[in-house]
Every structure is written in structure tokens, then in C-alpha cells.
């Protein structure tokens, strides 16, 4: 199922994303007066040491982690306070006792809800990666004072309870890697304080939450991939001014992307691949100036590459693969000198490829396969040492190239002479005879002329090529040693003019 897939990958980008996280919640932070998280030396009001050790008994903390005889404010993992009130509670990293399958997590998550509802200053609850493994108690509405709310990874399965849009005081949410299901729509609409939200990696469906992405103008985060959602992608939410990260990938939206009124400055992020979305990629895209990385992999998107696009100076990655795009790259791209990655793949691009491409100064990923490019790769401006991953298959590229320095799979179904598992000459033939350029098959090389000695194709970290590299150094230090031999027996020669060797100085000389 699509839903393990999407856990694993999400694991893999943790790190980033925790980051972001780590970083927009620190904004949250001190963009209030008050410091949350500022321990108090006062002691704490007795109902809610009361109510924390009720709660540590009904989430059977594994360990000796928070300890009757000690402040909870000053040496309980997890807890922070403000003159004496809990105002933050996490469970990161706890885990409950040894539990067995008679375990029922909706009673635990009910009886934890109803003991922090007691709690009247706590503002952010925090239960990353405990988990509950039950359905969202419909008491959560209780806790309708909370500014944060981080349920991400808590095992949670089932619809949003009907309280749930009680909690419209949260600037962060996040329940993301659960599986949740059913509509968001009538339960969030109302979060206009919302900074942050991520459902990411659960099993919502219908519409987005389009009154929220009318009215929340203080959105910075957004991640709804990984879902069920259907129908479009509003044009108000061009509202969001504020937008940093829009990711709603792995969906089943429809309709275009609306960038004539999608005009967020701040943007960084978009990822909404993996949709069903069509139509042109407008020339607006200009707009988006802070723009680093593009992603719109996997849907129906027409048209060419708008040349506007070198307008997003920032862009770090292009990702475009899978969609039913034509013409010619935009020479202007070439002025994106951001660019780390470029991945054009399984579309009909055609024409040939701009040779400045190969020279941005920080490309590491150069995928074009599975298009229609022709025309000679510009191997004399290639810089192939930066790059390493490249993929050229299935075009029409021709000419010579040096193969024995490129893996088969990765120039393979071209027209390049003396290739192996190139296209057939009738097939090229054919294909150039279509765009109006004669295409000769020419011999295959003759052995004097095996490549040029001056290109070395140099990718890092790849072991079957540089254990090619030293092959053909090797064959080159041999060519060198062997043409030493012959300058000597060439000197010897002109010494003694007779021997064995004499006849051979002629053919030198
Ligand atoms: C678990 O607890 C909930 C109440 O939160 C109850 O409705 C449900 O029936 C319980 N399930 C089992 C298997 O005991
Ligand atoms: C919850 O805890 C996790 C792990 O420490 C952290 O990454 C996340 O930012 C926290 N959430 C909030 C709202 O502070
Ligand atoms: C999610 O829930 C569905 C049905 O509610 C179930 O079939 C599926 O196995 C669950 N997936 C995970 C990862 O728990
Ligand atoms: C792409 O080009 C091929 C070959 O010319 C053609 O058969 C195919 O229909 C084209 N696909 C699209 C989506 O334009
Ligand atoms: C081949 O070598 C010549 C000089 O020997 C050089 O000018 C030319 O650029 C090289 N071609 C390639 C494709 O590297």
C-alpha cells in the first residue's frame, strides 16, 4: 500500500524536515511576548501536580522518568512551566510499558485528554512518536487552548471527532504519519491563527480545506501530501502571502495550477507532484522569486518549459519528470546557476540540449532520459566532475561518444555511432528524416581513434566507472611507456645505425 512507502520516505527526510520544523517553531516561539518555555523556580499549583501524576499513570511511563519527590517544572523530562502552571507537555522519546494487544490507546488517549484539560495554562502538547495506536476522543475539544498540537507519528487511526474544531487557537498542527481518514474540511476551516500545519501521511480525503486557505493568512507551512485529497488548487490561495512550504504531493487533485494568482514571495518550497494536474506551466511562475525547490513530477502539465522560469534565480531543483511537456529547453535556463538538480525525464522534449546545461556550476543531477533529444551531446563542455547522477537513455542524441567511460544503461536507445543498445539505423534514420536533418550512419570507428584521449569522464563516487578511469589510465600509462621505449630505441638507432632495430627507425623517423 501506497501508505508504508510513504512512511519510509518520509523517515528518510526527517532530518530536513525537523529542521524546518525546528526553525518556524522557534519563530512561533519568539514572535510571542510570553517565553514558553522559561522553567520556574516557584513551586507548582498542587491540582496540577495532581493532574501530572494522574497523567503519568495512565500513559504507564516506561522508566523512572518522572519522579513523585522532584519539581515537576525543574526535573521532569518533558514539562515546562510559567510561575508554577504547566504550560507545555511533551512524551517525546517516552514510550509506555510493555503493553499487550489488550491494550485500548482510545481509552489511554480519552483519559490523557481529560487530565490535561484540567492543565488550564497548557499551551502546547506535544506526543511525537508515543504510540497510542486508538481513535482522537471526542473530549479533544477540551483542549481548546492549546497554541501547539504535535501528534505526529501517534498511531492514530479513524475521522476527526466533531470537536475537534474546537482547537481554533492553534498556530501549529500536525498529524502527520498516522492514519487518520475522512474530511478535514468542516473541522479546521475555522484555524485562522494557523502557522504551520502538516496531515501529511494519512488517509484524508475529499477537498482541500478551502475556507483555510482563504481566511489564514499567517500560513507559512503547509503539508498535505500523502493523502486522498480531490478536486483543485484554489486560486485564492494566492492569500497565503506568507507561504514558505506548500507541499501537496501524492494526492488526486485536478484542475491547472492557478499561477496567475499564485503570487507568494516567500514560497521556497513546492512540491505537487504525483496529482492528476494539467494544462500549461504559465510564464507567471516568475513570480515566484524565493522559489528553491520545484517539483511537478507525475501529473498531465503541457505546453513547453516557460523561459519565464529563469526568473526563480534561488531554484536548487527542477523536478518536471513524467509529464507531457514539449519543444525545446528555453536557453534561459541555462541561467539558472543555482541549480544542483535537473530531472526532465519520461516527457517529449525535444531539440538539442542547450550545451551551457552541462556547464552549471553546481549541477550534481542531470536526468533527460526517455525524451526526444537529438543532435551531438556538447562533450567538450561538459564538466562531468561534479555530476553524479546522469541519465541521457532513450533520445536521439548521436555522434561519437566515448562509451567505454559511460555506463551502458545510462546512453543506451540513442543514436550514437559505435555504441552498444543504440536505437536501430532504420530508427534514427527515420526519426531524423522526420525533422528535416539526413542522418548518415557512419562507420564504426576505426581502432587509432577509439575516443578522445583529452576527455576524461570523471563521476564521483561511482566504483564501475573509476574502475574504468584506472583501466584507461593504466592504458594510457602504457601508451606512455611504450613510446618512451620507442624514442630511446629511436636514439639508439641514430647511434648505431645497424641492428636489429634498424629497420624500425625508418618507420619512426
Ligand atoms: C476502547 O475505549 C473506547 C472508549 O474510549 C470504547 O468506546 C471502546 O469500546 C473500547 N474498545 C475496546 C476494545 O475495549
Ligand atoms: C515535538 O517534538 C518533536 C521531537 O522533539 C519536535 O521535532 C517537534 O518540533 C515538537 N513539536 C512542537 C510543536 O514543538
Ligand atoms: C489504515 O487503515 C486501513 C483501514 O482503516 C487499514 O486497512 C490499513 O491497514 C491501515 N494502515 C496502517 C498502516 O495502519
Ligand atoms: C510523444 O512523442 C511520441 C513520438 O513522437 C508520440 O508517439 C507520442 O504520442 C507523444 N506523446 C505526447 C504525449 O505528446
Ligand atoms: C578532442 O581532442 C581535441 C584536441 O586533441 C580537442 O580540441 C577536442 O575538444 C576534443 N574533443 C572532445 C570531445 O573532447
Redesign the pocket.
Known sequence: ?A??RC?RSFERMDISISNTRLLLWLFLILSRSESVYANSIVDIDAHEMQSLLTLKEILQLQGDIWQENRNPCSSWLGIACEDGHVVSVSLFSMKYQAVGPSQNGSLMLEKAVQTLSTMSFLRSFNATGFEFRGQLPDSLGKLGKLNALDLTGT?L??SLPASFKLLSRLNFLSLAKN?L?GSISPFVEGFYNLQYIDLSCN?FTSLLPFTLFFKASQLMYVDLSHNGFEGVIPPFMGNLVNLRHLALGHNFLQGSLPLNHLKWPHLEYLDISNNNLQGPIADSISQLKSLSYLNLAHNYFTGSIPSAISSCTKLQTLILDRNLLTDKLPLSMITLKNLVVLSLSSNNLSGRIPSKIFTLPRLTTLVLSHNLFFGMLPLNELKPALIQVFDISYNFLEGDIPESLFPVEKIMKNCFQGAPTQHSPKACKQFYRRIGISWQETQPRSGSSTGNNTFTWLVQGHTRKNKRLLVILGCAAGGAFVLVIAGFCALCNERHKAGFWGNHSHMIH
Do not use: I, L, W
Request: hydrophobic share 40%.
Open positions: 500500500m501508505f508504508g512512511f498511531a487511526y479513524g492514519n481518514t488517509s
